[in-house]
């Protein structure tokens, strides 16, 4: 049997924001330890993302003492924490289709933001008492989900991005699909087919191929869209299914522990 191995693991504190790199990473509740638990919203509680705002790619978050420590171009670094969870109001809002109880962070992470984006923002957190069901059109077991687009946990592979590149006139990083795990070792896109695996300490159920968006249009280093809309429209050639254009796939955790770069993927089923 092929030996598949974690190659790298990555967290993104805040919504569409820069990811960070790291050795391991606890797999929680709800799902990769600090993974999206932030999110920006507008005036109306409505999720923004890099969709529209392309350069919230270049905002870092980095852990500092308790908290986060902003950085982005043209701004002076900001740090923050999360809110007190305990007696603090909760206020609805909205990413996707989801109404969700979060907690807003305070004014001067609103003020930063908003002078970032050019427009008015603010920083919510999703805290331990708020749950958010993820998609229950292919999951439906309580199984909570943070800030992130559906699934609690997102694995690709190194050789699907081979694949891809190989077709691409300009090769693109595994930047571009801000995945949770990445595994080497896979036949290219053989994570279409995970029906339920062990990465070191955790059993994970594979729910649903991922399908991919403008997002990957978006060079995380510079926070330019591209103007052929690549890798999207070649992924597009030849990965389109029902669910649209497919790249990596969505997971959800069945127990909680550690995972590690170089732990082994077993599959079970």
Not at 35 to 63: E, P, Q, Y
Not at 212 to 234: M, N, Q, W, Y
Not at 249 to 263: R, S, T, Y
Request: aromatic letters at 8%; charged letters at 25%.
């Amino acid at each position: 049997m092929t030996d598949i191995r974690v190659t790298e693991l990555n967290i993104y504190p805040i919504k569409s924001c820069a990811g960070v790199s790291l050795s391991k990473v606890a797999i929680t509740n709800w799902g990769a330890d600090r993974d999206r638990r932030f999110m920006l919203v507008d005036a109306n509680g409505k999720f923004i993302t890099a969709r529209k705002h392309h350069g919230l790619v270049l905002v870092k978050a980095v852990s500092a003492d308790k908290g986060l420590m902003l950085s982005a171009p043209g701004m002076s670094g900001l740090y923050i924490e999360a809110p007190d969870q305990e007696g603090a109001a909760l206020e609805q809002v909205q990413v996707w289709k989801d109404e969700v109880s979060a907690l807003f962070v305070d004014a001067r992470a609103d003020a930063w933001f908003s002078e970032f984006l050019g427009e008015q923002a603010r920083l919510v957190y999703i805290p331990e008492r708020s749950f958010r069901q993820v998609d229950q059109a292919y999951y439906d077991a309580p199984q909570k989900v943070s800030f992130a687009d559906a699934y609690p946990v997102l694995a690709t592979s190194e050789s699907s991005l081979e694949d891809l590149n190989g077709r691409l006139k300009n090769p693109v990083k595994m930047t571009h699909f801000r995945p949770n795990i990445v595994v080497a070792g896979a036949d290219s896109f053989a994570e279409d087919h995970w029906r339920r695996l062990r990465i070191g300490e955790v059993e994970f159920v594979a729910v649903k191929p991922c399908s991919r968006c403008v997002f990957t249009t978006i060079d995380p280093a510079s926070g330019h869209k591209s103007p052929d809309t690549e890798p999207l429209r070649t992924l597009a050639s030849y990965r389109k299914t029902e669910l649209g254009a497919i790249f990596g796939q969505n997971l959800v955790q069945l127990n909680h522990g550690i995972i590690c770069v170089g732990d082994k993927v077993e599959l079970l089923d």
